[in-house]
């Protein structure tokens, strides 16, 4: 029998309530595998104590694990300024600090160039948009994860003068650009419709993006089956509401996907149910071996709001979970957990209050449990 190292980050605020939710349905749903979990007290509280938000050494103590579990970062946007204090005298870290100094240093440091988003409706949930059914939203977002407008290259200067100005550069690599759209590619290849959509917006930046465009062309001549759609970002943002329907695997830059899959997950009703990957498809292939694990983590953020209330969704913290199972080679876990999963959104009877119910965040984890 299998085991598996995972390390869990449950992080800030809601990140603290979903993730143990999600590992007690892991635990469920591993029978022919075991899980060994080491949980890593780092985030917005471990910076207000010791000045990081992980310990300098942080990406050595996670890289021999299999997996990482990500609960949420962050101690919220509103109120904070640059000093890090809140609006209501409670200390806080600004976003830029807690975003760059843990989340964006796992991705980086172990080059999680895939971002992976499912857009789907659950079983028993009505979609949003009206007019249209859940077969009508059924999308799989592709983000490039290590490049584009979040690489931190750039500064202020002549802070605090009238002639203060800040410079941000985007940085796109033929490497980064190919492998993400090879992946994209690959992923529509496995799927029943064989559609790809890039959104770029090269009509407005004509070096960037225009190379995003080459590449996505000499990409595409080696996958003729697959029938590829190429939008400016504006565009498709729209055809997410009007033709929801036409959309199938979607690529795009770091940036352009951050703000597309969150449009995606009001699509499907709630944040409460946005799951996804970060993976590094490439890491066999290197020479040394992967340089760590892939991260999974729901991306509702901490909400600070409805911390410690014991109501969050926690349906994004367990598809996350079956995404992880799935990508460590257990198919038959990741199985259990979504059908589990679709069976209480389904059956209607336990609900957290952001879909309309009155169950807390245990509750509905111990249904979806006692549906395997």
Request: proline share 6%; charged share 20%.
């Amino acid at each position: 029998m299998k085991s598996y190292r995972i390390a869990l980050i449950p992080g800030d605020g809601i990140g603290r309530e979903v993730v143990p939710a999600a590992v007690n349905v892991l635990k469920a749903a591993a029978r022919e595998c075991t899980l060994d979990f080491c949980e890593f007290g780092w985030g917005c509280e471990y910076y207000l104590h010791t000045g990081r938000m992980m310990p300098d050494d942080g990406l050595d103590q996670l890289r021999p694990h299999d997996a990482i579990l990500l609960g949420a970062i962050g101690l919220g946007a509103i109120g904070i300024g640059s000093g890090g204090a809140r609006s209501d005298g409670r200390a806080g870290v600004p976003d830029h600090v807690s975003l760059r100094d843990l989340l964006l240093r796992i991705r980086f440091g172990f080059d999680l160039y895939v971002n992976l988003r499912p857009v789907e409706i659950l079983p028993g949930l009505e979609p949003p948009l009206g007019g249209k059914t859940a077969d009508d939203i059924h999308m799989l977002f592709i983000r490039e994860n290590t490049e584009g407008e979040y690489c931190g290259v750039g500064g202020r200067f002549k802070r605090g003068t009238p002639d203060e100005f800040a410079v941000q550069q985007s940085i796109f690599t033929r490497k980064g650009v190919e492998r993400i759209l090879r992946y994209a590619f690959e992923q529509a290849r496995a799927r029943p419709r064989k559609r790809l959509a890039s959104a770029t917006k090269s009509n407005a930046m004509q070096y960037t993006m225009v190379l995003w465009d080459e590449v996505l062309r000499e990409v595409a001549a080696e996958y003729p089956d697959v029938r590829v759609s190429n939008y400016h970002v504006d565009a498709l943002a729209a055809r997410m509401i009007t033709q929801p329907e036409s959309l199938d695997v979607v690529v795009a830059s770091n940036l352009f996907a951050d703000i597309l899959t969150d449009l995606g997950g009001a699509l499907q009703g709630s944040l409460g149910l946005a799951a996804s990957a970060n993976l590094n498809p490439s890491a066999g292939l290197r020479p040394n071996g992967r340089l760590g694990p892939p991260m999974f983590e729901p991306v509702h953020g901490s909400a600070p709001d409805i911390a410690g209330r014991g109501i969050a969704n926690p349906i994004a913290a367990i598809w996350t979970s079956a995404l992880m199972m799935e990508h460590l080679g257990e198919p038959a876990a990741a199985a259990r957990i979504m059908s589990a999963l679709k069976a209480v959104t389904g059956d209607a009877r336990v609900r957290t209050p952001d879909l309309g119910g009155k169950n807390t965040t245990e509750e509905f984890a111990a249904a979806v449990v006692h549906a395997m």
